[in-house]
């Protein structure tokens, strides 16, 4: 089934501890992005990637780090997790970069830092 | 700065109309998404709007006012299954989304 997937679905982590979310899609779109939604805020960009090989920060990147191997995967990784953090993260993916075209979303995933 | 603005949260009764609005400031103007999110779920594409007036699709219509930065999403003949968060957000001069803080709309039987 084409879509986006993300794993874990949900995870609890101490406070320092390195994790990595991950994020793989099967539509060959060129662009995927990471957004975090948090209670009463909009989602907001973290990183986004134009296509293969490239990758640039949104409105709240510290702490975070994102590559882009090939076209279908796009990680996330928090190198060293604080209680600010715990949040739900979306991955997403559009056709192309700087279009119009509608982005297609992952089913999250719930990440709770003690 | 850029700012979206909607309502918190709306009560409509099944079989109603209801109007959801949004209005933004941003650094430039490509576009305005209105996505559905249904609790514990992932947004899905409502409906895109660039250029002035009404779009139709089925019982969802949006509206687009670009001179006065505002947009609407109208559901009609609610169903118990629109019950769900309404997302607004802008594509910006750098084609990169801002989003609203999202409508909580609750309908009753």
């Known amino acids: 089934i084409a879509g986006i997937t993300q794993a874990p679905t949900s995870q609890i982590l101490a406070a320092g501890r390195r994790m990595t979310l991950r994020c793989t899609q099967d539509?060959?779109?060129?662009?995927m992005y990471w957004y975090r939604q948090d209670l009463g805020l909009g989602l907001r960009l973290i990183h986004y990637s134009n296509t293969a090989g490239t990758t640039g920060k949104g409105e709240v990147p510290d702490g975070y780090s994102v590559s882009r191997a090939n076209t279908d995967d796009f990680p996330l990784t928090l190198a060293s997790a604080v209680p600010s953090q715990t949040s739900v993260y979306f991955c997403?993916?559009?056709?192309?970069?700087?279009?119009?075209?509608?982005?297609?979303f992952g089913p999250g995933t719930r990440l709770t830092v003690l | 700065g850029q700012n979206i603005d909607q309502p918190t949260e709306m009560t409509a009764t099944e079989g109603a109309i209801v109007q959801i609005n949004c209005t933004y400031q941003t650094s430039g103007f490509n576009g305005l998404f209105w996505y559905q999110q249904h609790a514990g779920e992932a947004p899905t594409f409502l409906s895109y709007?660039?250029l002035d007036g009404l779009e139709e699709k089925g019982r969802f219509s949006s509206f687009l006012s670009r001179s006065k930065g505002y947009s609407y999403l109208l559901l009609k003949e609610l169903q118990m299954k629109d019950s769900a968060s309404y997302l607004c957000a802008v594509l910006d001069s750098n084609y990169q989304l801002i989003w609203g803080a999202g409508t909580k709309l609750i309908i009753k039987p």
């Open positions: 997403a993916s559009s056709e192309r970069a700087s279009s119009a075209n509608e982005q297609f």
């Open positions: 709007n660039v």
């Open positions: 539509m060959r779109h060129n662009a």
